[in-house]
């Protein structure tokens, strides 16, 4: 999910880059106009323009050619963004090993104790396997849900979060108490 978000903001930045380049080249353009028949006063005039300069430009307005291009613009760098953060999440994250990743997930939201006691759960209930199915419990952490059956490691991760902060309680930390979770677990003899 993380990833999906810096790809996002990446591609914002870039389109938002894009947009500013495009804008000011926009503006020089819609703004300045070659004329090829500058108007004659006479003849010194027109020695001193050759002599002078090569090219002669004069400003014109554009007349709401600038406010159509940047709505255009603005729908095509949303488009392109979304269509990149989508295309890119799917192979970021088909590229990551879950294990790894939910671990690391753990360890960024956890404090030691909890994470320990985190991980001694997964281990009991599925030997860290994502697709892991125990009758109606599926999933890293055997949850009785069919919604969490095809739900990559973050989700998975969060739905017990919540559900262990609900059922056991929090530390004074406000993180779900995983070690009332796995004492529970053992003492029941579940595993």
Not at 30 to 42: K, V
Not at 59 to 76: E, I, N, T
Not at 110 to 122: S, V
Request: charged share 20%.
């Amino acid at each position: 999910m993380q990833n999906t978000i810096l790809n996002a903001r990446y591609v914002m930045n870039r389109c938002a880059k894009s947009i500013r380049q495009s804008r000011s080249y926009l503006n020089q353009v819609a703004s300045i106009r070659l004329t090829s028949n500058p108007p004659r006063r006479s003849e010194q005039d027109l020695y001193q323009r050759y002599l002078t300069e090569a090219v002669h430009f004069s400003a014109r307005s554009p007349q709401g050619f600038r406010a159509s291009l940047k709505g255009v613009a603005c729908s095509v760098a949303v488009v392109i963004g979304l269509s990149l953060s989508i295309a890119g999440a799917d192979r970021v994250e088909a590229s990551i090993d879950a294990t790894k990743s939910l671990k690391s997930l753990a360890d960024y939201q956890l404090t030691i104790k909890q994470y320990k006691c985190h991980n001694e759960i997964i281990y009991r209930e599925s030997r860290w396997k994502i697709d892991a199915v125990n009758g109606s419990h599926h999933g890293y952490y055997q949850l009785r849900s069919k919604h969490i059956k095809d739900k990559p490691y973050d989700y998975q991760f969060w739905m017990y979060w919540y559900y262990v902060a609900k059922r056991y309680g929090v530390t004074q930390y406000d993180e779900p108490n995983y070690c009332n979770a796995l004492h529970h677990l053992k003492t029941k003899g579940w595993q």
